[in-house]
């Protein structure tokens, strides 16, 4: 019997709602380096190096030290990574109002199920909230944002991913009193960013982490469409023959909770 309820999930955004990465934001860098006359570009194997580095800003200042004709300056370094980064969110954006990336499977039917049951929802990314934004108002509306009870963006935080300080602040928006609250990330760096906030979290493989060493997961699977492949298994009898529902995450925390644990 399930003695876990959930009372809000938490959902990262960047390879779990959406393949953004793979499918956006390394697209659109490529684009803004082209529009800003640059010859970088990023392939599918560099952009899944410089991933280590969470935020945008961030990844365009790191791999610009390795680039022999980035400015010498750290201020023009700066004031090129703040313009290219700016073109590359617009890029991004327009991306997504093309229909160019979809929903990730079964993402849209948990977030029904929680709303039908009443589990809030929240959003914990250090994706910069214009981003958030363009895919939630292109695929849930232009009022999705009051479908959730906590909005935690990139610009929220002092810290990125792997900092806990995202999940300690939605975590402060969802409200006080002991909640029982799940998180689903994609990456070690959110894995590691949510259980520093003693936060439980289920990890949905994405394309750029599918084979990434990750740790400390409540259960790791390769997404919320598929009941196969997922670590612990589930159990035969959960309510969907599906997809990963509310009742199957409730019963891998009791599952997880029952496990002692010394780290
Ligand atoms: C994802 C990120 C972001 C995105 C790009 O963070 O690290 O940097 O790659 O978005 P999370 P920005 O896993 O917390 O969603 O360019 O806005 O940084």
Request: with cysteine.
């Amino acid at each position: 019997m399930l003695t876990t309820r959930l009372d809000a999930l938490l959902w990262d955004v960047d390879g779990v709602l959406a393949e953004t990465e793979r499918d956006g934001h390394r697209v659109a860098f490529n684009q803004a380096f082209e529009a800003c006359g640059l010859p970088w570009r990023w392939d599918d194997a560099r952009y899944g190096e410089l991933l280590r580095i969470s935020g945008g800003r961030e990844r365009l200042l790191a791999d610009m030290a390795t680039q022999p004709d980035a400015p010498a300056l750290s201020q023009d370094r700066e004031a090129l990574a703040r313009a290219l980064h700016a073109r590359k969110n617009t890029f991004h954006a327009q991306r997504i109002a093309a229909g160019a990336i979809p929903l990730r499977d079964g993402v849209l039917e948990l977030m029904q199920e929680c709303l039908a049951r009443g589990v809030r929802m929240g959003i914990a990314s250090t994706t910069s909230r214009a981003n958030v934004d363009a895919l939630l108002r292109h695929h849930l509306g232009a009022a999705w944002q009051g479908l959730f009870a906590a909005i935690v963006c990139g610009e929220d935080v002092q810290l990125k991913k792997p900092d806990p300080e995202v999940y300690v602040k939605a975590l402060r928006q969802l409200g006080d009193g002991p909640l029982q609250v799940v998180a689903i990330e994609d990456s070690p760096g959110g894995v590691a960013a949510a259980r520093a906030a003693a936060v439980p979290v289920l990890v949905t493989r994405s394309a750029y982490f599918g084979d990434a060493a990750i740790a400390g997961a409540i259960a790791i699977g390769p997404g919320l469409h598929d009941r196969r492949g997922w670590r612990p298994a589930l159990a035969r009898d959960g309510r969907s023959p599906v997809r990963i529902g509310l009742d199957d995450i409730e019963a891998w925390v009791d599952r997880w909770e029952a496990v002692p644990r010394f780290a």
